[in-house]
């Protein structure tokens, strides 16, 4: 990123703008979607949804994920494998002990 | 001795030492909340008096959405101050961070009504496993609120003075501040909808 | 985080040996410190051995550390055994392999000025150092040090004596060293690698310390959550670890309950079965350089080994509930952690393998340091194997917490990882001081050392095998069923004292050979990478190199058809 010419800086306000609103309308959204009648998973399933792009937007435009360097992404993919790994194991072996 | 590649970019890696440094340190921090989330899951899993629904209802959702806001604003000035550094624009860096720094304070001020509310209704972290978390994860994400408005703190005041000795490595200090500041924000992206809403 | 010196200033004392940001005198001080540690803790375990082989005997001489009496009683004896394993892990054998080796030769192997991040690295020394004194005054509060185990499984630790808070804010504040330290070594290796030292010309050693620092990033974290959680529930009365209805002493607990205590083991040993690799990986790494210095031949496999660690280090991520099939975990769970772990088994074995195979046809020098790095591929191929049955469902239902596992473990440990750092030492000690240490010392502490080890942790396995549990204070008196074997704990306790007094060569090693040992020149072992071939002995203050050296070749090229000399270091264009 550092590279870039002023041109190219004043276009990414835009974008940051632009991200910005977004997340502002997202916000409200999943707000409003916890009023909807919804069943906990669907409800579940749509906050996390919602939190996921909004993270996405964060994650891809302010913190340059989209346009980031190879050895970074390469750790955070690591990283978001382990985080999956203690996120769903731990639930799983959760599930197969209620079952006995 | 000169540590090499510490303001300038390593050409087969494309990076400074600094961000790759805060990349790492970020990475460790998306497995300290997981491990948070994770208990939270496994409770929530476990949870069978209700504590856990009864216990989101009680939370204050416009307080919360209101601060949602806030916290996103202050990622937009934060990244505002870096854009204007970019740009020579040091009048109106000072005036973006300041503005972070100001929203950061905002949030901290609504959170702490936030939890004198939950207090004056006899509610403590021991009231039930839910508030236990809840006071967990948002007290941890409050310190990390706490520890980046210190920074934006000094790199504002007393360590703005690098920013004409050594331009270049002053921007790339305030990179790598936004880059904790926008994960911080990160995480609350997700603790609203998980801890207020379902 | 910044990181400029200028060398040509004289540094005070303070900011020269203590506060320095040096990596070679940090490294020292890691190095120091924990060894200070490693001797500290195995002196609590020396202790807990006395009551195992003469159950309530006064114990000679430091009895009065005791009571009046003198005799070890069972609460004292639990803060023993979880002080003395937290202590050798945490405080020990971890800082000693990453934090003294890796601080000190990562960057001389990779031909770096010092660490990325100096001050980082200070700042983790120091975290490791009061994280260190915490612990230690877990020993002076009400109710003594730690003693729900080094494991800490709650319920018992959520409502053990003030101990337990104390060794919680320790462990927070060594999580913290670790994290920065692996945030400095990754960023080091990655970013300040010499000209031309591309990854598959990096050596061994380095490749295990960057395995280790992703190992330490990454699984330290939900620690110091599960952490964080145990100390809600020990200082503000939280529930994460307290399920409903508990009892203690006859009452049901006063706390909101619905939480649940296998939460802690999941979170736990997500962190302490990484932690196991955290231990071996850098053993291997300097095993590897010792080996490969003193066979005078290129490792074999280089490549299968940097593959197999780094497959090794990834692997150790999903294996860790193999630590929990006895608490009522379901089938499926349960055989894919057993599968995990069978299939985590081969690239040990890879690796083991292959540095064996580099011994073949070898012309072996056998100096110290290579005796030690030789002791440590059988004593860690038995650690290992003697594993797999505690990793199969079935087995481990009659293997769990006996002594068999102790063994297991304190064979990849002591050992195995500990005679690794061994080698490290007499290998590496020419370098950091330009001293060498004498051979005929480090010969007999070699040999004494490996009787010793073995005489105290073989009988385990017996002792194991008959039933015996790991944590009884009175060494299984009460077990009818196991009164055959109880005759080996007087064989294993002698062997712990005598291993003590065969540590006393060693240490007067150091100190002899410090002051008055004979001089090294800059290559002492004829070696090939860059901290020997392009460094003085000690390599300069602050920047290490004369001229920071070029890289044209693989890290091990001894014996070299055609070359003029048996080694070709690094730099040789």
Redesign the interface.
């Known amino acids: 990123?550092?590279k870039?010419s002023?041109e190219d800086?004043?276009k990414?306000?835009k974008v940051?703008?632009g991200?910005?609103a977004a997340?502002?309308v997202l916000?409200?959204v999943?707000?409003a979607?916890?009023y909807l009648d919804l069943s906990?998973g669907e409800?579940?399933f749509l906050?996390?949804t919602?939190?996921s792009i909004?993270?996405t937007l964060?994650?891809g435009y302010?913190?340059h994920l989209f346009t980031e360097?190879t050895?970074?992404l390469a750790?955070?993919g690591?990283?978001?494998f382990?985080?999956i790994t203690?996120?769903f194991l731990?639930?799983m072996a959760?599930?197969d002990q209620s079952a006995i | 001795?000169?540590?090499?590649?510490?303001v300038e970019?390593?050409q087969d890696?494309?990076?400074f030492?600094?961000?790759?440094?805060i990349?790492?340190?970020l990475?460790?921090?998306?497995?300290?909340?997981?491990?948070?989330?994770?208990?939270y899951?496994?409770?929530r899993?476990?949870?069978?008096?209700g504590?856990f629904n009864s216990g989101s209802s009680e939370l204050n959702?416009p307080l919360a959405?209101f601060n949602?806001?806030v916290l996103?604003?202050s990622?937009?000035t934060?990244?505002?101050s870096w854009?204007s550094l970019?740009?020579g624009e040091q009048k109106k860096f000072k005036q973006y961070l300041g503005a972070t720094l100001l929203l950061a304070a905002v949030f901290l001020v609504v959170k702490y009504f936030e939890y004198t509310a939950k207090f004056h209704h006899g509610i403590?972290?021991?009231?039930?496993?839910f508030f236990?978390?809840y006071?967990?994860l948002t007290g941890?994400h409050m310190i990390h609120i706490l520890g980046g408005m210190i920074v934006i703190f000094y790199f504002l005041v007393p360590g703005s003075k690098m920013m004409n000795i050594e331009p270049e490595r002053f921007?790339?200090?305030i990179?790598?501040v936004?880059?904790y500041w926008?994960?911080v924000?990160?995480v609350w992206?997700?603790l609203?909808?998980?801890l207020?809403?379902? | 985080?910044?990181?400029?010196?200028d060398?040509h200033q004289e540094e005070s004392f303070w900011r020269k040996y203590i506060f320095s940001i040096d990596h070679k005198i940090i490294g020292l001080q890691y190095g120091i410190t924990a060894l200070i540690f490693l001797f500290f803790g195995f002196c609590l375990m020396m202790m807990m051995r006395w009551q195992l082989a003469y159950p309530e005997e006064a114990m000679p001489w430091i009895g009065w550390l005791f009571g009046d009496d003198g005799i070890i009683l069972p609460e004292m004896y639990n803060s023993l055994g979880a002080m003395h394993g937290t202590i050798m892990i945490f405080l020990g054998v971890v800082p000693l392999a990453v934090g003294a080796f890796g601080n000190y030769f990562v960057p001389l192997q990779i031909g770096?000025?010092?660490m990325?991040?100096?001050k980082?690295n200070m700042a983790s020394y120091w975290c490791y150092f009061v994280g260190g004194v915490v612990m230690m005054i877990g020993f002076f509060v009400p109710g003594g040090a730690a003693n729900s185990g080094w494991t800490s499984y709650p319920p018992l630790a959520d409502i053990a004596t003030t101990g337990q808070t104390v060794w919680l804010f320790g462990m927070v504040l060594l999580i913290t060293s670790s994290?920065l330290g692996?945030?400095?070594t990754?960023?080091t290796i990655?970013?300040?690698r010499a000209k031309g030292l591309t990854w598959m010309r990096l050596p061994f050693f380095v490749w295990a310390q960057l395995v280790t620092g992703f190992l330490l990033?990454?699984?330290?974290?939900?620690?110091?959550?599960?952490g964080?959680?145990q100390l809600?529930d020990r200082l503000?009365?939280?529930?994460?670890f307290l399920p409903?209805g508990l009892v203690v002493s006859g009452e049901i607990l006063n706390?909101?309950g619905?939480?649940?205590p296998?939460?802690w083991q999941?979170?736990f040993w997500?962190l302490a079965h990484p932690e196991v690799y955290v231990l071996i990986l850098p053993a291997m790494g300097i095993v590897a350089e010792v080996i490969a210095n003193n066979t005078r031949k290129p490792l074999w496999g280089y490549k299968s080994i940097v593959y197999a660690s780094a497959f090794l280090g990834f692997m150790s991520f999903i294996v860790w509930a193999h630590h929990m099939f006895m608490t009522g975990m379901g089938a499926t769970i349960s055989a894919f952690f057993q599968t995990t772990t069978m299939i985590i088994s081969v690239p040990s074995v890879v690796i083991l393998t292959a540095m064996f195979i580099s011994l073949w046809g070898a012309s072996i020098r056998y100096n110290s340091a290579m005796l030690f790095a030789l002791g440590f591929l059988p004593m860690f191929g038995i650690g290992g194997l003697t594993g797999l049955p505690l990793g199969i469902a079935a087995s481990d239902i009659h293997l769990h917490d006996t002594y068999y596992v102790i063994g297991h473990f304190h064979y990849v440990v002591a050992p195995g990882t500990i005679f690794a750092l061994f080698a490290g030492v007499y290998y590496w000690f020419p370098k950091m001081t330009g001293k060498v240490l004498n051979e005929t010392l480090g010969k007999v502490h070699f040999w004494l050392s490996m009787l010793f080890m073995n005489g105290i942790f073989m009988p385990m396995f017996v002792q194991g095998l008959a039933g015996v549990s790991r944590r009884l204070w009175d060494g299984g008196a009460s077990y009818a069923h196991a009164t055959d074997t109880l005759w080996l704990n007087e064989v294993m306790s002698t062997s712990a004292w005598l291993l003590g007094l065969a540590q006393i060569p060693f240490i007067y090693n150091l100190i002899k050979s410090m002051k008055s040992g004979e001089k090294a020149e800059s290559n002492h072992w004829q070696a090939t990478t860059l901290e020997w071939t392009d460094a003085p002995s000690p390599p300069l203050p602050?920047?290490n190199f004369e001229v920071i050296p070029e890289v044209h070749r693989g890290p091990y090229e001894y014996s070299v058809p055609g070359a003029d000399k048996d080694f070709t270091p690094q730099s040789e264009a």
């Open positions: 990123m550092s870039h002023v800086i004043k990414s306000v940051y703008i991200v910005f997340l502002a916000t409200v999943t707000v979607a916890s906990f409800s579940f906050a996390l919602i939190a909004k993270g964060v994650a302010f913190m360097r050895a970074v750790v955070l690591l990283t978001f382990f985080l203690i996120m731990p639930f959760f599930t | 001795m000169e540590i090499p590649y510490n970019e390593r890696t494309g990076m030492n600094g961000k790759l440094g990349w790492l340190f990475a460790s921090e998306v497995m300290l909340f997981g491990g948070l989330f994770s208990a899951v496994f409770l899993m476990g949870d069978v008096t504590a959702v959405t949602t806001l996103i604003s990622s937009v934060m990244i505002m854009v970019k740009l403590f972290p021991e009231t039930s496993t236990a978390i006071f967990t941890l921007t790339n200090r990179e790598i936004g880059l926008h994960f924000d990160l992206i997700f609203f909808p998980v207020y809403l379902l | 985080m910044s990181g400029h010196t060398s770096a000025p010092d990325a991040f100096p980082l994290l692996s945030v400095n990754i960023t990655v970013q300040l990033l990454l699984a330290f974290p939900p620690l110091e959550a599960a964080v959680l809600m503000l009365d939280t529930s994460f409903s706390v909101s619905g939480g649940s296998l939460l999941h979170m997500f602050h920047r």
